[in-house]
Each structure stands twice: as C-alpha cells, then as structure tokens.
C-alpha cells in the first residue's frame, strides 16, 4: 500500500501511477501537466511547511514569560536567550532561542507592537 502524494488517498501499489517521480493514483492521474504537477507539489510542499510551524508555535498561546536568562554553551557561536514560561494549567516550560534547527548558537528575536512599530 502506498499513499497518493497529490490527494492522500491510500492505494495498492498497483493503482498507482508514477509522473515526475511522484507516486499519483489512478484518480489524479493525467489531471495536471509535469509543469502543473510540480507546482501542485511545490505549494503543498510549502503549506505542510507552515503547517509545521503554526501547529508547534500554536503550543505557546496562553503561556506567560516568568524569567529570562542568557545561557552559555562552550560548543556553541552564541549564547542562547532562554525564557521560563507557566501555564494555568499545563506543565511549565523553557523555550531556548537558537539560531538554527540543530542548536549552533543563540538567536535574536525581533520585538515590536502590534502596528510594526520596533521596540528596544
């Protein structure tokens, strides 16, 4: 069994179909051209992106910062901004500020209102 990678739908191998190396049903075979087929791919690979990112960040809402300190780390090209955050009802957390995925060094975020207007 294997998945559509254009709609999900689950299908046996056998009903699937091979166009510009994606693995397509036989539903949404011959739907788009390569060059649409790409771009069709291109977008959802760039929604699931966000949809990362907006599903992990969504974790913070309700939290409040209680503490902020800077954190040294000898492998590390920056020390990192750590903040202590508490929650009504969920466990209290740490969010560490890194410049990257892989935790090289710390980062910077950038504050500001509402209106755009920087602060600091």
């Known amino acids: 069994m294997s998945n559509c990678q254009l709609c999900g739908k689950r299908e046996d191998e056998r009903n699937t179909q091979e166009q510009m190396g994606y693995t397509i049903c036989l539903s949404c075979d011959g739907l788009y051209s390569d060059e649409e087929l790409q771009?069709?791919?291109?977008?959802?690979?760039?929604?699931?992106k966000y949809l990362f990112y907006t599903k992990y960040y969504n974790q913070l809402k309700g939290y409040k910062?209680?503490?902020y300190e800077m954190i040294e780390d000898d492998g590390a090209l920056a020390?990192?901004?750590?903040?202590?955050?508490?929650?009504?009802?969920?466990?209290d957390i740490q969010i560490d500020v890194s410049m990257d995925e892989e935790g090289n060094g710390g980062g910077f975020l950038f504050i500001s209102t509402k209106r755009g207007q920087s602060i600091g």
């Open 39 to 48: 771009e069709k791919m291109e977008h959802k690979a760039h929604h699931n």
């Open 65 to 67: 910062i209680v503490s």
């Open 79 to 91: 020390p990192f901004p750590s903040f202590q955050l508490t929650h009504p009802t969920k466990e």
